[in-house]
C-alpha cells in the first residue's frame, strides 16, 4: 500500500495561525470557532511554536489569566515537525512514539499545514498497529 504524503494531506489546508503575541483567549475562541485542536504560531512568516489544548490546560491549572496570556508564554516552543515529502505511516509513527495528537507540516521553515490523528486513513491506522504489534512481539 502506498501512503499519502503531508503535501498530498495538506494540500487544500487553511491553518489556524497566530502570531506569539494574541492571547491565549484569542486562540481558545478560534480553535472553537474553527473546530481544531491546535494553533499554530507564526512569526514573520515561520513557525515559532504550537498552542493545543493541552496547552490551554496547562494556562489555567498554573491560574494564569487566559485574557492577559500571550501564546509565546505557553505554546510548544519549535515543535517536532514534518516535511511535505514525509508519508502518513512517517507521521503516525511520529505521533505514536512522541505522544503528539498535532504535527506541523513545514518546510524550510514555512508552514504548509498541520496534520491530527483523525486526518488518517483507517489502513494507515491499520498499518500502524500491524507495525506496534510486530515490534512488541520481537522486544
Known sequence: ?????????????DPLAMPPGAT???ACIAMHRRRVGAVLVVEHGKLAGIFTGRDAVLCL?????????????VMTKSPTTLRAQDRAIEALRLMNDGGFRHL??????????????YDFRTEEHGRMDEETGYFEVIR
Do not use: F, N
Not at 1 to 13: D, G, L, W
Not at 61 to 73: F, I, K, S
Open 1 to 13: 500500500m502506498k501512503t499519502r504524503t503531508m503535501a498530498e494531506m495538506v494540500r487544500h489546508q
Open 24 to 26: 491565549v483567549q484569542e
Open 61 to 73: 491549572a498554573r491560574e494564569m489569566d487566559p485574557a492577559r496570556t500571550a501564546l509565546g508564554q
Open 104 to 117: 506541523p507540516v513545514v518546510e524550510e521553515g514555512r508552514v504548509l499545514g498541520i496534520v491530527s490523528r
